[in-house]
């Protein structure tokens, strides 16, 4: 019933495909039935479209859960303004979920087995041991029980093999049927989930504590009203979405079957082709729903001028990366800022800063994510904020200040001295006779650092006394310091 | 010379770093020292030719040769011609005390102990003199003798109307 | 009836030629049509999310694909086209006060980076307003100088690196760590007068002494801070902010 | 020519700082591309006239010419017509690719898909033609056809005497 979910490098929870953030609190804790469950008493809660996370703050590694919203029935508050106690959650679980608590040895399996008689291949529907012994359909005798029972245990060990077969070796994709690398998580070609994560579920946090009846979220630093607001907003929403599942067809547009050649043929298609446009805004901008289930449709159409725009020679600006981190006004404050220094952190390992060479400048993060963002946009101030944690929430990147207040972000593992070393090197290479030197230019293009950075490195290998610098009409070289020696 | 140093192109600029520059600044020294004693140049304006290497086209920036200048006048290698407009020095390659025993070891090894020695003589452009010394600069040699007089090794001979002529060791 | 032989020919060639005419106006007309088409597509998503702004804001997902929407068609989504009719207050989106300064302070950071080899990290602000009233025509606001000006002082949290310089009268954003001397300061004030200098102009009007010009001069040079035109009657040193409109070329296209 | 830094005398001299060396130059390739582009000019010769602002009394050296031209064609903007000579560049203001895509996209729209067309039909002087494609060269037509046969959208028709005359798509 409770899932271990997997989390990425800046210790936030992997989401789905289609799900995402709606709210997160820290300073909760985690009650089983009416026991507190240890180790799971001071941790951020993540609430989402479809499941709820608890992540640990001491050992996220370690002590992190996450239920699906589906397994919750209901929800209640309680406690907090007359008792002592801090203010709870508590979610009831549905039924059947706790039901199915039977031994999974031998849960109904369908099986074919072969008649001794006539050698007729009968097919058995979910047998299960108690069973009466079915007859044969061909000659209507009635075979042995371990006919059948051979047949049973036949086809369990070849399930089991061919699925273990699967995974180990091909990773096929079900999708695509494109044979991975076992390792991958998504295809390759598709993209498409292969291997769901082998979510370990586990049955209760607290030992032989089972059935689960409900567990309990205690807020110790407040912020339940909202997240209980949110929550049950949610549940709701689940339970709506549910039911209107099996509705939604994804009907395929189907293309026009006939395409008329010749000049007709030139002027039918470009009447259909406004047309179809036409309709489409029509129908697809009356409201939010409207846009947002035909949503892909009016994405295609608005690349489709894409080309038109850049022919007229105007630049359309293309966003890379969207990030999903909501600047809700709903978070405390200093989980605002948390949360922030993570997203930056993941935008950041999105290729971001492999692109700016390891290093990016504040000014140029600020310019970047922002443009990601696209609305609500962050202040210096908040990106300031949230850098200046990176290093103290254990994240892969971390902020460095250079001698002259220029402010940068970095991989962590990465020291001040590594770096120097690789430029230094890199300079005996270029210019071993020690002649020419080295322009910020050619370091830029060499490290695919911002003209910026490149000037901060350098200055910090010449504070070393590493490098010397000559300054003339053509600009401003670095050369290996022979002066000091 | 250090040739490799004043072929290279950061020493025409002034260092940021602070233990380079100081490095520089003694490298500078060395090659004005040398330059001096090679060409047998008494006198070092700003506007030194040594200032400028033409082959890797750099050259000294003018507030910079002052600090190189300056420097030198403080290591005592050199003295400002005119303090105040301080635009040149006299280059002291060896220290005014070691042109004093030059002079004491040639006036003892031409026998002339006792004897009135004229600056000539000492540093006359055509006679033989103490070695190195010819055509030393007559300010320079006037400093040189009162190092000697200083140490109560000479006595300095001045003509009718007072100025200084030579020596008598 | 169908032409046969040299007729046959002969029409041949003139129908593909009225072939050929009726191709290329159907064509034309289709593309008049298609650009009408955008304008109006460009209009109805502008006012689409005005009037739907909170939702597009609260939902992160959507937001996203809005985004990448606008950038699609040229509505360029930091873009403030306010539904309040003049005023500094946009409201496109509910943004307040402070996301126009944010904005305003991206769109800064990109401009410096972009011209940087050219005026060597020194920007006028006169011509960074220009460059942004130039790029959204269509916006109800204006930038001023001093919205710039209050843009780059919030900037200044994140590190030292981008900050405003006076120059005589002008203003210039700085975008290279480092300090000008004074002489460099009054170089480049001097060139607000005829757009250059020349070692004799300063030794004219600044009685500065040829050496001290000449020293300044190369180690602007060197920095990128002036460009050099030798074929003047004498070496003139030019301010390249003096390039003007020429930035506004590059920076569109 | 209406950019601004077209009038700025400096345009016109090699500028001595490296980085504002690179800045100029792609400063160049856009003014001369955008040239070309507006006058249907397919071929640029070192002694063009945009290579000289009389409004300033400002022209480009010759030698600088020549660099500015190497750097287009390097940048693949433009070819030599001569690579020995190196006088005169063919300028390539779309890519030969962009140009193959217009080709396609004019033969579907014309409808003349599978049929025989000409050079001539393509680029002839007083034929309608791809838009833009009026009067293009004959060697730059050449190489666009190659990407279109190197793409195995086309075959290249010829004539008896072989020369090629037309594209068969």
């Known amino acids: 019933m409770w899932t271990i979910p997997e989390l990425n490098n800046s210790l936030r929870p992997v989401l789905f495909n289609n799900e995402s953030d709606v709210i997160v609190t820290d300073h909760v804790g985690l009650y089983e039935n009416k026991q507190k469950v240890p180790n799971f008493q001071n941790g951020r809660i993540y609430l989402t479209s479809e499941r709820l996370i608890y992540v640990d703050k001491d050992s996220p590694k370690k002590f992190t859960i996450s239920i699906p919203l589906k397994a919750v029935s209901e929800v209640e508050h309680s406690g907090g303004f007359y008792l002592k106690t801090s203010p709870k959650i508590t979610c009831f679980l549905k039924p059947e979920e706790t039901s199915s608590s039977k031994d999974s040895g031998h849960h109904a399996v369908d099986t074919t087995w072969i008649c001794t008689i006539c050698f007729m291949s009968n097919t058995l529907k979910s047998w299960r041991e108690g069973n009466e012994i079915p007859k044969c359909s061909m000659c209507g005798v009635k075979p042995s029980i371990d006919i059948i029972d051979n047949a049973v245990k036949a086809t369990k060990d070849s399930s089991k093999m061919t699925k273990k077969k699967a995974t180990v070796e091909t990773n096929e994709c079900p999708r695509c049927t494109f044979k991975n690398h076992p390792s991958m998580l998504n295809c390759e070609m598709c993209g498409a989930v292969i291997k769901a994560i082998q979510a370990q579920t586990v049955r209760c946090l607290i030992p032989n504590n089972s059935p689960v009846v409900a567990f309990r979220l205690s807020f110790r630093k407040g912020g339940d009203k909202l997240f209980l607001e949110k929550l049950t907003s949610c549940i709701n929403k689940e339970a709506v979405s549910r039911t209107s599942e099996g509705s939604r067809d994804s009907k395929e547009n189907s293309r026009d079957a006939s395409v008329t050649p010749g000049l007709s043929g030139l002027q039918l298609s470009g009447q259909q082709r406004l047309s179809a446009n036409d309709s489409l805004m029509e129908s697809a901008l009356v409201d939010l729903q409207a846009l947002m289930t035909q949503g892909k449709q009016v994405l295609t159409l608005a690349k489709s001028f894409q080309s038109l725009i850049e022919a007229e020679g105007g630049t359309s600006t293309t966003i890379t990366v969207s990030s999903s981190f909501d600047a809700a006004d709903s978070l405390s404050e200093d989980v605002f800022y948390q949360e922030l220094s993570r997203d930056l952190s993941e935008f950041l390992h999105s290729g971001v800063l492999d692109k700016e060479g390891g290093i990016i400048s504040l000014f140029d993060l600020y310019a970047l994510y922002n443009r990601s963002r696209g609305y609500s946009l962050v202040s210096p101030n908040d990106l300031y904020k949230a850098c200046a944690q990176m290093e103290s929430l254990g994240l892969p990147v971390k902020m460095r200040r250079y001698k002259n207040g220029f402010l940068a972000v970095q991989e962590k593992f990465k020291t001040n001295d590594a770096l120097t070393k690789q430029l230094i090197s890199w300079i005996k290479t270029v210019d071993a006779s020690n002649t020419k030197g080295v322009s910020t230019l050619g370091v830029c293009s060499k490290f695919k650092w911002s003209v910026g950075v490149a000037e901060e490195e350098l200055q910090y290998a010449e504070e070393k006394g590493l490098l010397c610098r000559d300054e003339h009409v053509t600009g401003l070289r670095y050369f290996v310091n022979i002066m000091c020696t | ?169 | ?253």
Not at chain 2, 9 to 32: C, G, M, Y
Not at chain 3, 47 to 69: D, G, T
């Open chain 3, 1 to 253: 009836m169908k032409k046969v032989g040299l007729a046959a020919f002969d029409s041949k060639k003139l129908s593909t030629q009225q072939y050929n005419d009726l191709g290329s106006t159907i064509v034309s007309v289709q593309q008049e049509e298609l650009k009408r088409q955008l304008s109006q597509f460009q209009e109805r998503l502008s006012h689409f999310a005005s009037a739907h702004a909170s939702e597009i804001k609260n939902n992160a997902k959507f937001r996203a694909e809005f985004a990448e929407m606008c950038a699609a068609i040229g509505v360029d989504p930091l873009a403030n086209s306010s539904s309040k009719k003049g005023g500094r207050i946009a409201s496109f989106l509910g943004k307040d006060v402070q996301d126009f300064y944010f904005e305003l302070a991206v769109k800064i950071v990109e401009i410096c980076r972009q011209t940087r080899e050219d005026n060597g990290g020194m920007v006028k602000v006169t011509e960074v307003r220009d460059i942004l009233n130039a790029r959204n025509k269509t916006s109800a606001i204006k930038v001023s100088v001093d919205d710039i000006v209050t843009a780059v002082k919030t900037l200044k949290k994140l590190g030292d690196g981008l900050g405003i310089v006076k120059v005589g009268s002008q203003q210039f954003i700085k975008s290279v760590p480092g300090e000008m001397n004074p002489d460099q300061i009054t170089v480049l004030e001097t060139c607000h007068v005829l757009g250059f200098v020349s070692v004799s102009l300063l030794r004219d009007n600044l009685g500065w002494k040829p050496t001290r010009s000449k020293s300044t001069l190369e180690t602007m040079t060197g920095a990128g801070l002036l460009w050099v035109d030798g074929q003047g009657v004498e070496t003139q040193y030019w301010s390249p902010s003096w390039i003007d409109d020429g930035y506004m070329v590059a920076a569109n296209s």
């Open chain 2, 1 to 169: 010379m250090n040739s490799e140093i004043y072929n290279f192109p950061p020493f025409f600029t002034r260092q940021p770093n602070e233990t380079t520059w100081q490095a520089q600044l003694s490298h500078w020294k060395d090659v004005i020292l040398t330059h001096s004693r090679e060409t047998k140049q008494w006198r070092l304006s700003n506007t030194d030719s040594i200032f400028e290497n033409k082959k890797i086209q750099r050259r000294l920036k003018p507030d910079v040769i002052q600090l190189v200048l300056s420097d030198l006048v403080s290591n005592k290698k050199a003295d400002w011609v005119d303090s105040k407009t301080k635009t040149e020095v006299w280059i002291w390659w060896r220290s005014a005390e070691e042109w004093a025993t030059l002079i004491l070891a040639w006036i003892d090894s031409t026998g002339q102990n006792g004897s009135i020695v004229t600056f000539y003589d000492i540093a006359g452009d055509d006679s033989p003199g103490v070695p190195e010394m010819v055509g030393m600069d007559s300010t320079m040699l006037h400093k040189v003798c009162q190092v000697l007089v200083h140490q109560g090794k000479a006595a300095v001979m001045r003509d009718e109307d007072g100025n200084e002529v030579g020596l008598k060791v």
